[in-house]
């Protein structure tokens, strides 16, 4: 197979099962968390599975790795 020289200079970000996990933004900085149990924030999400279908917000409230409140908020096209 040939490749373009932009591919044979790519180098890869991880290798193999033991990269860990990745960072999370956590109070300003990145964070490793190893346990979901040090997983604490509050975030906010928009997804949708089709055009037709419209949109759901999402918002959660996550300490030591367990939701504590979860909104959701739907709206629907015409």
Known sequence: ??????VENMCPVAQGVHH??????T????????????????THGVGWCAPQQGACKLTLN????I???L????????
């Not at 860990?20 to 933004?25: C, M, R, W």
């Not at 909104?71 to 015409?78: D, E, F, I």
């Open 62 to 65: 996550v300490k030591e790795g």
């Open 27 to 42: 109070e300003g900085k990145w964070v490793q968390n190893k346990e979901v149990k040090n997983i604490s924030g509050f």
């Open 71 to 78: 909104w959701q908020l739907k709206s629907y096209q015409a």
């Open 1 to 6: 197979m040939i490749y373009t020289q932009e």
């Open 20 to 25: 860990g996990a990745a960072p999370v933004p």
């Open 67 to 69: 939701i504590q409140q």
